[in-house]
């Protein structure tokens, strides 16, 4: 990767519809040449796809919260299969720490979350906090350094 990919990977991150058109007239490039480079990047795996940022407000999704769950070893493939299977999940992380995983919900009610809570407290004891707000959303990699 060079200086022009990286510049490829900012323009993209901050919006992924951007034209070939405008890229190329941000890196000095023909448009054909910024096309072989992205092609290039989602061959080697570096741009793994591209997204819409949807607003879960908006669409009634007003509980957004954070679970913890310890899953013991024997029981994460078939935790996996579940967490894949649950909609609401928007991320599922194993991690470090007392809990095993952590996991980023959405949900339209408490009672639809406390439900949930209650089936996956099937795998483990859960830790859950509610966001009140999100000050930094999802953002892109630094691609600068």
Do not use: W
């Amino acid at each position: 990767m060079d200086d022009i990919d990286r510049k490829i990977l900012k323009l993209l991150q901050k919006n992924a519809r951007i034209s070939l058109k405008t890229i190329a007239e941000n890196t000095f490039l023909s448009s054909p040449a910024v096309s072989a480079r992205i092609e290039r990047m989602e061959k080697d795996g570096v741009i793994s796809g591209y997204h819409a940022r949807v607003d879960p407000l908006k669409l009634g999704y007003h509980i957004i919260a954070f679970i913890s769950i310890n899953v013991a070893p024997e029981d994460k493939p078939g935790f996996y299969d579940y967490a894949e299977a649950v909609s609401n999940i928007l991320e599922c992380n194993c991690v470090t720490g007392e809990q095993s995983m952590l996991m980023k919900v959405a949900f339209k009610s408490t009672m639809e979350l406390d439900a949930f809570i209650g089936q996956l407290q099937e795998f483990g004891k859960t830790s859950t906090q509610i966001v009140f707000s999100t000050h930094v959303g999802p953002r892109g990699i630094d691609v600068e350094g």
